[in-house]
């Protein structure tokens, strides 16, 4: 099984929608989780960081549920420039600080 | 956030030659850097992880004899690909990580390596 999974997509939504991406891990462990956005050809840029109790910034909400292991990613108001790959990134600090990908989900916002 | 710079950007090379690639914390020390390999359309996989000073520990798959790794010091990490093949082509992307902080990690550009 894989450390952290994620639906692939693509989500292709029009402007304005809002999206939802869920990410799960399978290490009960896990320590910090991060959501990067990676454009075609590009390096990673994180995010956010998503804590505990949740956090906002801006039009992206995001969410731990320690209990049923997965974060998610809410996008509200999507702007054509929302459209690229988000990836789940999971941080297990007892590991060598060992972070772990998943796959990306790719999201489409269309005009 | 963080610079990390990689150089080159991109090279082609021939099958059998080494490429260099560098990877550079600007404004920061870096206590652990990653080396990460992309194929289009997949995601980041981890190479090795690259302590200052120490070796460096390999994934699993990862051949430490091809992919040479330096970390010489807190704001500098090589990546050597040996006796490139044509599989090696891909985009390896390094990023660099302080403990104590926030666990983000930066990444450079990356280095689009083509092997002909």
């Known amino acids: 099984r894989k450390e952290v999974e994620q639906d692939p997509g693509p989500f292709n939504v029009p402007e304005g929608a809002t999206v939802a991406f869920n990410c799960t891990y399978s290490?009960?462990?896990?320590?910090?989780f991060f959501w990067y956005r990676q454009d075609c050809r590009k390096e990673p840029k994180l995010l956010m960081s998503?804590?505990?109790s949740g956090n906002e910034d801006g039009r992206f909400t995001a969410q731990l549920n320690r209990a049923s292991q997965y974060i998610s990613l809410l996008i509200r108001d999507s702007k054509l420039s929302d459209s690229a790959t988000y990836l789940c990134v999971v941080n297990m600090e007892y590991n060598f600080n060992k972070f772990y990908f998943g796959s990306g989900t790719k999201l489409n916002v269309k005009p | 956030g963080a610079v990390v710079s990689q150089h080159p950007s991109w090279v082609i090379c021939k099958s059998g030659t080494s490429v260099k690639i560098e990877c550079r914390s600007l404004?920061?020390?870096?206590?652990?850097m990653f080396w990460y390999r992309q194929f289009p359309k997949q995601s980041l996989m981890l190479m090795a992880t690259s302590n200052e000073g120490s070796k460096a520990t390999y994934e699993q798959g990862v051949e430490k004899d091809k992919f040479l790794i330096n970390h010489a010091s807190l704001t500098l990490s090589t990546l050597t690909v040996t006796s490139a093949h044509p599989e090696d082509s891909s985009f390896y992307i390094c990023?660099?990580?302080?403990?104590?902080?926030?666990?983000?990690?930066?990444f450079g550009p990356g280095t689009r390596l083509t092997v002909l």
């Open positions: 990023s660099a990580f302080t403990s104590g902080g926030s666990n983000e990690q930066f």
């Open positions: 998503v804590y505990s």
């Open positions: 404004d920061f020390q870096a206590t652990t």
């Open positions: 290490n009960s462990a896990s320590q910090s």
